[in-house]
């Protein structure tokens, strides 16, 4: 039998996966538009390019609490059965092609983390690792139902096209989803709401000309992070300290079987290296091969940036780091310093490898 592909992703420490044929588009979470009378699990509707998407929060569909969504937070929208829908995850990892034979059909309730077996289609073993993958039939609810009360939706914004604005300052989306967004994440949910509002697909295939990059912070500085070197983005947990390492070597961390170092870039871009500590913030990159933790402050925001954007490195910054910098850009009123990790990893005399 062919192999299938699906989309990897994470929700919580679980990894789950969908079939890869489903899944139209990826984007980060924006601003919500709150629906009445939807479903529990639907979270909000989303103007998409004029057409109204309805957003279901996994969390709530498979009747787990729901927690805090985060601004690295995702969208996976996916065309079933005439509807399409947004499906909120944690993190996107890849496509992987998954075999049959290694799918087991059989559920063990003790395996699933007390998900309902009619969402689970099967269990695929790989590294060692479990892989929940999704019954998309059993996972859209009431199909029907929502798409009555998209199409109700649509035709009032079209009669009243003010009444989007409206909605979108209630409170509902950050009552359900993100209790403690502040004033600065809000603004960057709103501003993604905006962007892909007015969105063509013509813009949309023009991100070959943009740069993907995650926003994080160390020291109150704000630095970009090539997103095609990030795999995921963690909260830090009993890691365990190296003797006889390097200053910039925090200790290693166990991530789902795999021992994954921490690395303080601080040493690198002549910042002063601080302690790792539990529940602090990681992003988990891959760079020639070399996985890493970086510990960082905040991620505040994954986004496109235009190159023409992108500006040389500022003079004043030229006597610091700038040998690892791919350039600086405008960003929430603050300058946003691009990293190049490769160069960092390869020539900024980490000694990652020796750690590990």
Request: proline share 6%; net charge negative.
């Amino acid at each position: 039998m062919k192999t299938k592909p699906y989309l990897i992703f994470n929700l919580h420490d679980i990894q789950y996966g969908i079939e890869a044929n489903l899944v139209k588009e990826i984007f980060q979470l924006p601003e919500l538009i709150p629906i009445a009378e939807a479903p529990t699990d639907i979270v909000g509707i989303l103007n998409l390019r004029e057409k109204l998407l309805p957003v279901m929060h996994l969390d709530l569909r498979l009747s787990n609490s729901i927690t805090r969504c985060q601004l690295t937070d995702s969208i996976i929208v996916l065309n079933w059965d005439n509807l399409q829908i947004g499906v909120i995850v944690n993190t996107v990892h890849e496509v992987i092609e998954i075999e049959p034979e290694i799918i087991e059909q059989e559920i063990d309730y003790g395996r699933t983390n007390n998900i309902n077996p009619a969402f689970i289609s099967g269990i695929a073993t790989i590294d060692d690792s479990a892989i929940i993958l999704l019954n998309p039939e059993a996972l859209v609810r009431q199909p029907d139902e929502v798409k009555a009360l998209v199409e109700e939706a649509d035709s009032e914004l079209e009669e009243n096209p003010e009444k989007e604005e409206n909605l979108s300052i209630i409170s509902s989306f950050y009552e359900v989803c993100c209790p403690d967004a502040t004033e600065k994440e809000k603004s960057i949910f709103r501003r993604r709401a905006d962007n892909l509002r007015q969105a063509t697909l013509e813009t949309s295939q023009e991100t070959t000309e943009q740069i993907p990059l995650a926003v994080v912070s160390l020291n109150n500085e704000y630095f970009g992070l090539g997103l095609e070197t990030v795999r995921e983005f963690i909260n830090i947990c009993n890691f365990t300290p190296i003797p006889c390492c390097p200053q910039h070597i925090l200790g290693n961390i166990n991530l789902r079987g795999e021992i994954v170092t921490l690395v303080d870039l601080r040493s690198c871009l002549n910042l002063p290296i601080t302690s790792a500590k539990n529940n602090g913030k990681a992003v988990v990159i891959e760079v020639d091969d070399l996985v890493a933790g970086l510990p960082v402050d905040e991620v505040f925001d994954v986004m496109y940036l235009s190159q023409k954007n992108i500006n040389p490195v500022p003079i004043a910054v030229e006597s610091g780091n700038h040998e690892y910098l791919r350039g600086t850009a405008p960003y929430a009123d603050k300058l946003l310093s691009i990293l190049d990790l490769s160069k960092i990893i390869n020539q900024g005399n980490l000694e990652v490898n020796d750690a590990a």
